[in-house]
Nanobody, 126 residues
Framework: LVRLVESGGGAVQAGGSLSLSCAAS????????MGWYRQAPGKEREAVAR???????YYSDRVKGRFTISQDLGNNIVRLQMNALKPEDTAMYYC????????????????????RGQGTQVTVSS
């Protein structure tokens, strides 16, 4: 069982930056793919970024060029740096992960991953 704990988030004005971190624990090795999805009230969940164990990254079109996902393999941590934030980025952000084995790349962004954290709120005001 993989446990994911998010930190970071908060409130910022449009154009500002925030950073999220997700620490994975509970398994002998880091999950093959980790990432972030978000969900705003009344809206469907939206995967925004993923990173594979080997370093390949994947972004939704809505955040590409503004968000950067990175990983610290030694500490099983994945970070999401969010720049040029917009009010429409306001949502609860959840860390997500696959199982530790069985993947050669991250699933496509329209597929849900197996595990998720408790979420952290990001609020961007205009």
């Amino acid at each position: 069982l993989v446990r994911l704990v998010e930190s970071g988030g908060g409130a910022v004005q449009a154009g500002g930056s925030l950073s999220l971190s997700c620490a994975a624990s509970g398994s002998a090795s880091r999950p093959s793919c980790m990432g972030w999805y978000r969900q705003a009230p009344g809206k469907e969940r939206e995967a925004v970024a993923r990173i594979f164990l080997g370093g390949a990254t994947y972004y939704s079109d809505r955040v590409k060029g503004r968000f950067t996902i990175s990983q610290d393999l030694g500490n099983n941590i994945v970070r999401l740096q969010m720049n040029a934030l917009k009010p429409e980025d306001t949502a609860m952000y959840y860390c997500e992960a696959t199982k530790t084995t069985g993947w050669v790349s991250c699933p496509s962004l329209d597929r849900d991953l197996t595990y998720r954290g408790q979420g952290t709120q990001v609020t961007v005001s205009s």
